[in-house]
């Protein structure tokens, strides 16, 4: 392969590679969803322990407990069957009660 060829061969193989690296669509990560430690969480949001259906003051296990309780009981797989509109709501209760775990467990628990 002459100079020629192989820079012809660099400059195809990087303008093919900007090409799919423009049109390929992006995944959505955590951070782009989620607010950050700048930014404010929406209007409607419940505090975690409401969320969860425990008091302020319970302990880890049992936010552990009402976690998978409540995770189990809205789970989307539950409503597979029963069309999209009710699992996007459970898409957003489990959302919703990951956020709410989340949270719970940042605050300092002995």
Not at 26 to 49: E, M, R, S
Not at 61 to 86: C, N, T, W
């Amino acid at each position: 392969m002459e100079g020629f060829e192989l820079i012809a061969v660099i400059v195809f193989f990087l303008i093919g590679y900007w090409i799919v690296d423009y049109f390929w669509p992006k995944k959505k990560t955590d951070a782009d969803a989620a607010p950050g430690p700048g930014q404010l969480a929406p209007v409607d949001a419940q505090p975690w322990h409401e969320v969860l259906g425990v008091r302020p003051d319970a302990g880890t296990e049992q936010i552990r407990e009402a976690y998978l309780a409540k995770s189990a009981e809205h789970h989307p797989d539950r409503v597979f069957d029963q069309g999209p509109e009710a699992r996007e709501a459970a898409l957003r209760m489990t959302r919703k009660l990951n956020d709410a775990f989340e949270q719970a467990m940042r605050v300092a628990r002995p």
